[in-house]
């Protein structure tokens, strides 16, 4: 943990301002409920508001106008953001490279950069590139011919197959598998001829794979990762799509081969995509949403099939009275029959 730091130091630190004793030392950070004189806490959503006025925190995060009940702020333009900075930086220490350890098994021909972590139980391949900094941990398999950038992180029994590239400062959750075979099979008349998947995966600088995500191959040239995506746990990208940068994509989203997602795209968790459809920038989709087409950009949908999200909320809103608006089409329709027996009497 990093040494205690005054208000006036973190204010500058996050481009804040202080309001109220800069002297006041921090050793850390907390809840509303449970931090003490020595530890900031933060207030991103406004009707948590009265909970400031009895918190016993040295100092809160919140933006700037909000009421301080009399303790010592620092207002910043994002508390959520200004906290999860500040836990970095209280929390989260770097360890110290540790090299080739005892145990590891590394190919031929293969460039380790200086300062790197490579743990016992971990396989690089042959002619595999590694950046400076990066952490391999143990059951990592990195295939033969990948590129990784600086500073990547690799967790335990996540596999890297051959020839993928990895940008830098990325993280690769246990258990992710990037570049497995694309779901790709010819049928010959009575089963199934599979496609050899000679292509690769890209990810790009800053990308984050959650545990037990799985990331196709392309069955010839590239599934691409761009610049600051970060996928959840137990997402399928399949072969040959394509998502852009400063995407979120929640767990359990499957997405479909060839597919192209544009940049800062949310796809909430259970999202099904189609294959061989493209998704505009600046989308949200909700929750257990299925895509079956393309989505225009700079718009949020929901539903199956995915719906403009205003649509979807006026449907939902009839769901529960489709019972009672049975009933009634039903007697409805007993009437019209009765009227139209009489009309025919006459």
């Not at 309001?19 to 006041?24: A, I, L, N, Q």
Request: with cysteine; aromatic share 4%.
């Amino acid at each position: 943990m990093a040494d205690t730091k005054t208000l006036k130091e973190l204010a500058e630190y996050l481009g804040g301002v202080v309001r109220g004793d800069e002297s006041c030392r921090i050793s850390g950070l907390a809840p509303l409920e449970m931090a003490g004189p020595d530890k900031i806490t933060f207030l991103a959503n406004p009707k948590y508001a009265a909970k400031v006025a009895e918190t016993g925190a040295g100092a809160v995060l919140m933006a700037a106008g909000g009421e301080s009940h009399g303790r010592n702020v620092i207002e910043v333009a994002n508390p959520y953001l200004a906290f999860a900075k500040l836990l970095n930086l209280f929390h989260v220490a770097r360890p110290a490279p540790l090299g080739v350890m005892p145990g590891a098994s590394i190919g031929e021909n293969v460039l380790l950069g200086a300062d790197i972590s490579v743990y016992p139980g971990a396989r690089i391949g042959d002619n595999a590139v590694i950046g400076d900094g990066c952490i391999i941990h143990p059951g990592a398999v990195i295939y033969a011919g990948v590129t990784i950038g600086s500073n990547t992180l690799v967790h335990a029994n996540a596999v890297i197959r051959e020839r993928c590239r990895i940008g830098s400062r990325c993280v690769i959750q246990p258990g992710a598998v990037i570049g497995s075979d694309g779901f790709g099979y010819a049928p010959d008349g009575r089963g199934y001829y599979p496609i050899p998947q000679i292509g690769i995966v890209v990810l790009e600088d800053d990308v984050e794979i959650g545990a037990n995500t799985c990331i196709d191959r392309a069955a010839l040239e590239t599934t691409l990762i761009r610049r600051g995506t970060k996928l959840d746990n137990l997402v399928q990208i399949a072969h040959n799509c394509q998502i852009g940068e400063d995407c979120m994509i929640v767990s359990q989203v499957g997405i479909s081969g060839s597919s192209k997602i544009g940049n800062h795209v949310t796809l909430a968790g259970q999202v099904g995509v189609a294959g061989h459809l493209t998704i505009g920038d600046n989308v949200m989709v909700g929750a257990q949403s299925g895509i079956p087409g393309s989505l225009p950009a700079n718009a949020g949908y929901s539903g199956t099939p995915a719906m403009p999200h205003k649509d979807w909320l006026k449907a939902m809103a009839v769901v529960p009275r489709l019972p009672e608006l049975r009933k009634t089409v039903t007697a409805l329709e007993k009437r019209i029959a009765e009227l139209e027996s009489q009309l025919l009497q006459k």
